[in-house]
């Protein structure tokens, strides 16, 4: 039997993944689109970033356009720096982005983001500063 006629066992399994809502939508779609499961647009997604190759051409590209467009898919995959600071007292932390030329911060916390809320006196209060590149 050669090597091309040989079938390949695949094993699938449930995950519960959590994921952007808005980039969740748009994944939904370019799936309808396909016809096929959001599982096996992930998957072919995934297999092509695994070989460094493109998984959708200009057309596909076009239509993801449109659909970030329509469900307000307003999220990129620049790098950013950020800083996060910890509010003792309050028990939270909160986190900020760095403009590129270093000029601008701006708070992109959701919300607050409780730390050690069950923890007694000090051992609530966390502190710690780390520069991480």
């Known amino acids: 039997m050669s090597q091309s006629a040989a079938t390949v066992s695949v094993e699938r399994v449930q995950t519960g993944v959590r994921m952007e809502k808005r980039i969740l939508k748009v994944l939904k779609a370019v799936a309808e689109y396909h016809e096929i499961s959001l599982g096996d647009l992930l998957e072919g997604i995934v297999l092509h970033a695994f070989e460094g190759k493109q998984p ?73 500063v780390r520069d991480q590149r």
Do not use: K, N, W
């Not at 760095?98 to 609530?124: E, F, K, W």
């Open 56 to 128: 959708f051409g200009p057309e596909g590209l076009g239509r993801i356009r449109e659909l970030r467009r329509i469900y307000g898919l307003d999220l990129d995959a620049t790098p950013i720096d950020i800083a996060v600071l910890t509010e003792r007292l309050g028990r939270r932390l909160r986190v900020y982005s760095i403009s590129s030329d270093g000029t601008t911060v701006r708070d992109i916390s959701s919300g607050t983001m409780p730390i050690l809320a069950g923890a007694p006196g000090d051992q609530g209060a966390p502190m710690a």
